[in-house]
């Protein structure tokens, strides 16, 4: 099982549209998991014309999307569950707040977004990661999304552009 996991697009606000390198991967995708900062909902219905599309809010998203998504969600997908928050907020860092987001919570990775910078290290079992952004690197060198494989164990790359 492919997953292609994004966040931070800011669509159309950072670029026109989606980059040619991901929606390439988009191409033979099982499950898109988007973390949040979409900014409009055009994201989301150009996401969906390439398989199931599973996401929550973040804190520049318009009001059409927070109706849409939560704040916070479980996805199980291949035998795993992922755990799937923005990250914005008060206190702590951006990767503790999403840590914190789960406590308690049965999963196999946490799923954030919000800084923009690219995360992917374990914390016992737990995969914690965050895509980076495929449209607004920021201070980063190269724009970034995520790329997890599934079989019997959870396999996570970044695709850097």
């Not at 670029?15 to 929606?23: D, F, N, T, V």
């Not at 989301?44 to 318009?62: F, I, P, S, T, W």
């Not at 987001?101 to 995360?119: L, M, W």
Request: proline residues 4%; contains cysteine.
């Amino acid at each position: 099982m492919k997953i292609v996991v994004l966040s931070d697009t800011h669509l159309p606000k950072r670029k026109k549209g989606l980059p040619a390198r991901l929606l390439d991967e988009l191409m033979d995708v099982d499950l898109i998991i988007h973390a949040g900062d979409w900014q409009t909902i055009d994201v989301y219905h150009e996401l969906r014309r390439n398989g199931r599309v599973e996401g929550v809010y973040g804190n520049v998203d318009d009001e059409e999307i927070i109706r849409l998504l939560p704040l916070k969600k479980i996805v199980e997908a291949g035998g795993f569950r992922f755990g799937i928050i923005h990250g914005h907020g008060k206190g702590k860092t951006t990767e503790r707040r999403a840590i914190a987001a789960f406590k308690g919570e049965n999963v196999d990775c946490i799923i954030f977004g919000h800084s923009h910078i690219p995360v992917m290290r374990y914390e016992g079992d737990l995969l914690i990661f965050n895509p980076g952004s495929p449209t607004d690197k920021r201070r980063q060198k190269f724009f970034s999304f995520g790329v997890i494989s599934l079989s019997d164990k959870i396999t996570a790359e970044h695709i850097y552009f």
